[in-house]
């Protein structure tokens, strides 16, 4: 069966420090994956996505920019975070068809 | 626009059934889905319809779909406390290839009273 992880769990950092979170999918291969934030007021905004190694997409201007490295590793990164990068980060993925979303425990971000 | 409704809140008691109401834009979206998401947690699928459907039944889920409307709701019978949680709804919209996007609605606060 497929799980997918994220890690970590919860993370406080200070503004302008950099941000790596940790997205891996098991049991299965050449996933499409994506990455959400989930702000106050419980919207999910679409980050990014990736159809395959080194392939990203980006759906709004950031400060925050998106790797994969590996078939089943997707990293979301920023050189330096701010107040409004706090939220609840979700990672998901979905066969290559793009249907169905399988969503990570997601990490809680909270920037100071 | 890509907008997807919900009604924020809805309390229920021990026993009842609950009916979270959404509505979407998009008449060419292939499938709709109800995620559940509990406190602190990820979002977990709960039943997804494909828009040939009216109709979907999974256990204590019903998920209703009127295509003319645009309406999509999901009823749970017998409600539980553990049924607490944030219920959102999503519509995909595809762009072509092999990607589509997941809209989602804001989410509904569900809340269970014993």
């Known amino acids: 069966s497929q799980t997918i992880h994220q890690w970590p769990a919860t993370l406080v950092q200070p503004v302008g420090s950099p941000l790596s979170l940790e997205c891996t999918v098991e049991?299965?291969?050449?996933?499409?994956l994506y990455w959400y934030r989930q702000a106050a007021g419980r919207g999910l905004q679409l980050l990014f996505y990736?159809?395959?190694?080194?392939?990203i997409s980006s759906e709004v201007p950031q400060n925050l920019s998106a790797s994969r490295p590996q078939d089943r590793q997707f990293i979301l990164s920023s050189k330096k975070l701010l107040l409004s990068d706090s939220g609840f980060y979700l990672c998901?993925?979905?066969?290559?068809?793009?249907?169905?979303?399988?969503f990570g425990p997601g990490t809680r971000l909270l920037v100071l | 626009g890509e907008d997807v409704e919900q009604s924020l809140f809805l309390s229920v008691r021990e026993g009842d059934s609950s009916v979270i109401n959404c509505t979407y834009t998009?008449?060419?979206?292939?499938?709709l889905y109800w995620y559940k998401q509990e406190p602190g947690a990820g979002l977990q699928l709960l039943t997804y319809?494909?828009?040939?459907?009216d109709m979907k039944q999974d256990q204590r889920l019903t998920v209703l779909l009127n295509k003319k409307d645009k309406h999509l709701s999901l009823r749970i019978a017998d409600t539980q406390t553990g049924d607490s949680a944030i219920y959102f709804c999503a519509e995909i919209m595809n762009y072509g290839g092999s990607q589509g996007n997941l809209i989602f609605g804001k989410g509904t606060k569900l809340s269970v009273k014993p």
């Open positions: 319809i494909f828009s040939n459907m």
């Open positions: 998009d008449s060419s979206s292939t499938y």
């Open positions: 998901a993925w979905s066969y290559g068809g793009g249907e169905t979303q399988y």
């Open positions: 990736s159809v395959g190694i080194g392939q």
């Open positions: 049991g299965t291969s050449n996933p499409n």
